[in-house]
C-alpha cells in the first residue's frame, strides 16, 4: 500500500483525486502548510508527497528542495500550471517524479500511481 502525503492548502479542491487514491488503496495524509509536510516526512516518510502547488509558507519546487534535504528517498509530484517543458526547466535537479496540472483527478490518480508502482513504490 502506498503512502501519499499531500501537501495542500485547499484540498478539497482536489477531492476525486483523492477518492481515487483512496479507493486504490492507498494512504492518504494531508499537510495543510509546507511545516506541517516537513514534519510529517521526518515522522513517517511516504511514498511520495503530491506538492499541490504553492502553499502559504513556502513555494512547491522550495518545498521540494528541502524534503529532499530531509530525507532523498521521498518522491514527489507537483500539481502545476506550467507547461511540462517550462515545469522541467524550473524544476531540473529536484528529482521530481511527475508534474500535474491543475485540478487533478481520477484519470491522473491512475497515471501518478502508474508511474510510481513502475519504480517499485
Same mark, same amino acid.
Given at each position: !500500500? ?18 481515487? *487514491? +483512496?479507493?486504490?488503496?492507498? =494512504? ?11 514534519? $510529517? #516526512?521526518?515522522?513517517? @516518510?511516504?511514498? *511520495?508527497?503530491? #506538492?499541490?502547488?504553492? *502553499?502559504?509558507? !513556502?513555494?512547491?519546487?522550495?518545498? #521540494?528542495? =528541502?524534503?529532499?534535504?530531509?530525507? +532523498? ?5 507537483? #500539481?502545476? @500550471? ?7 526547466? $524550473?524544476?531540473?535537479? /529536484?528529482?521530481? /517524479? !511527475? =508534474? %500535474?496540472?491543475?485540478? @487533478?483527478? @481520477?484519470?491522473?490518480?491512475?497515471? *501518478? /500511481?502508474?508511474?510510481?508502482?513502475? %519504480?517499485?513504490?
Amino acid at each position: !500500500m502506498a503512502h501519499i502525503l499531500i501537501a495542500s492548502h485547499q484540498p478539497e479542491a482536489l477531492a476525486p483525486f483523492l477518492a481515487a *487514491l +483512496a479507493e486504490a488503496g492507498c =494512504r492518504v495524509d494531508l499537510a495543510p502548510s509546507a511545516k506541517a509536510a516537513q514534519e $510529517a #516526512v521526518r515522522h513517517e @516518510p511516504p511514498t *511520495l508527497c503530491l #506538492v499541490d502547488g504553492d *502553499l502559504p509558507d !513556502m513555494t512547491a519546487l522550495a518545498l #521540494v528542495s =528541502r524534503l529532499i534535504e530531509i530525507n +532523498a528517498c521521498v518522491t514527489s509530484a507537483v #500539481v502545476s @500550471p506550467l507547461t511540462d517543458e517550462a515545469f522541467h526547466e $524550473a524544476g531540473e535537479g /529536484l528529482g521530481i /517524479l !511527475m =508534474r %500535474l496540472s491543475p485540478g @487533478p483527478g @481520477p484519470n491522473e490518480a491512475r497515471t *501518478l /500511481l502508474a508511474t510510481l508502482t513502475t %519504480l517499485g513504490g
